[in-house]
Structure formats: structure tokens, C-alpha cells
């Protein structure tokens, strides 16, 4: 059991690095600060983006631990997690089908006034605090594809050993926010902005594909393992 649930958390960590609002927001936040300040100015507010990303996660990730443990005495019964199930398979097809907006650009399904807000607040975000802020909105926003994954993972960690349980948090938490990490360092030895939106526009549908499929596999191996095995 200790390593389906640890796959179970590995896969969820790298469903939600597919996901691609926290990238677009960061890039907004490049864009933004790269025009009015000098780079390392830049590279403090990207990096505190950074930290507010995975603040959120960590903290929403905990906050279910505690609600399953507490409403559920432990695991989530099969019962539960078959709904569960059938939320991660709506949530592969929504991903395919609408999370993209349709033609040659990386807009995703977001409102247009929530997407208008995120980017105003990056163009104005110009502290420390308020990138950090930047970064938990970003994470927030994107919760309507996010949270199925995190009470998934937050039922798998509660299952294991406490040494075990602060490791997978960390590690949950840490592949959630590698792509931030990976434009960071792309961007520091020499790449662009540009660079990185072109990247997104050519591998959107590649993407796209690949997050329906993690949702998909996902909701496969739970019901595998933690229905089927349970019944």
C-alpha cells in the first residue's frame, strides 16, 4: 500500500506541473518587470512568486489531511473515492476539450475578467509581498483542476508513516512548482520571454494531451487500487 499511494502522490504532483496557469501568470510577471526593473530586482519578485505558489499548495494540501483524518476517521471510504474517480475522469475530459482556449494562442479557460485581473496585478506587482501574493493567486485560480488532485494526494498521505507523510508533501509540493523553477533558471542563462511563450504556443496540444491522460491514469489507479483493492 505504502507505494501505490506514493505513486499515486508522484503521479498527482506531475499531473498539476501539466497544468499551465501558474506559468502563464509568472510569465505575465516577467514581462511585466522586466521593462521596469533591473534583473535581479526581477529575479526577487519571480522567486517570491515562486515561494507563494508552493505556499498555497503546501497549505492546501495539509488543510485536507486534516479534514479527511477528521471527517473520515483515516482513509476515505471506496464509496467516496469512486466519486472521486469519476471526478478525475470529467476532469481529463474538460482538460482535452475546453481547458485551451481554441486557435493559435496558449489562453486558457479562464474568465475573462479573472484573466484581466491577473494580468493587471502582475503589471502592477512591484514588492516583494505582493509577488508572493502574485504567486497564491495563481495557485488559487487554477483550484477548479487542482483540488480533486489534492485531496487524492492528501488521502494517500495520511495512509503513510509520518516521516514518510512530511516527504510526500514536500515532494507533492516541489513537482507542482517545477516548471516555475525550470523557467527561472532557463531565463537567468539566457533565455526569453519570448522563448518560453513560444515553447508553450508550439507543445500546447502535446500538453493538453498529456494532462487528459495524467487525469485519466490517475483516476485508473485509484480505482485499481484503492476501490477494487479495497473491496
Not at 104 to 132: D, G
Request: net charge positive; aromatic share 10%.
Amino acid at each position: 500500500m505504502v507505494r501505490s499511494d506514493l505513486f499515486i502522490i508522484l503521479l498527482a504532483g506531475i499531473v498539476h506541473a501539466t497544468l499551465q496557469l501558474g506559468v502563464g501568470a509568472l510569465l505575465l510577471l516577467y514581462h511585466a518587470s522586466l521593462g521596469k526593473h533591473v534583473k535581479r530586482k526581477t529575479r526577487e519578485l519571480v522567486s517570491n512568486y515562486i515561494l507563494g505558489n508552493a505556499f498555497l499548495t503546501t497549505l492546501a494540501v495539509l488543510a485536507t489531511c486534516f479534514l479527511i483524518s477528521v471527517i473520515f476517521q483515516g482513509e476515505m471510504n471506496p464509496a467516496m473515492l469512486t466519486i472521486i474517480v469519476g471526478f478525475l475522469v470529467a476532469l481529463a475530459i474538460s482538460v482535452w476539450v475546453f481547458y485551451y482556449r481554441w486557435g493559435k494562442s496558449t489562453e486558457l479557460w479562464l474568465p475573462k475578467s479573472v484573466a484581466k485581473f491577473i494580468n493587471n496585478r502582475a503589471k502592477i506587482t512591484e514588492s516583494k509581498t505582493e509577488a508572493f501574493s502574485l504567486g497564491m493567486l495563481a495557485c488559487f485560480a487554477e483550484a477548479p483542476f487542482t483540488f480533486m488532485l489534492i485531496i487524492v494526494v492528501a488521502n494517500s498521505i495520511i495512509n503513510l508513516p509520518l516521516s514518510l507523510q512530511i516527504l510526500s508533501v514536500a515532494l507533492y509540493v516541489i513537482i507542482s512548482v517545477i516548471p516555475l523553477i525550470i523557467m527561472r533558471i532557463a531565463i537567468r542563462k539566457g533565455g526569453t520571454v519570448v522563448d518560453v511563450q513560444k515553447w508553450r504556443l508550439k507543445n500546447k496540444n502535446f500538453l493538453r494531451i498529456m494532462s487528459g491522460i495524467g487525469f485519466f491514469v490517475l483516476a485508473l489507479f485509484l480505482l485499481a487500487f484503492k476501490v477494487i483493492g479495497a473491496a
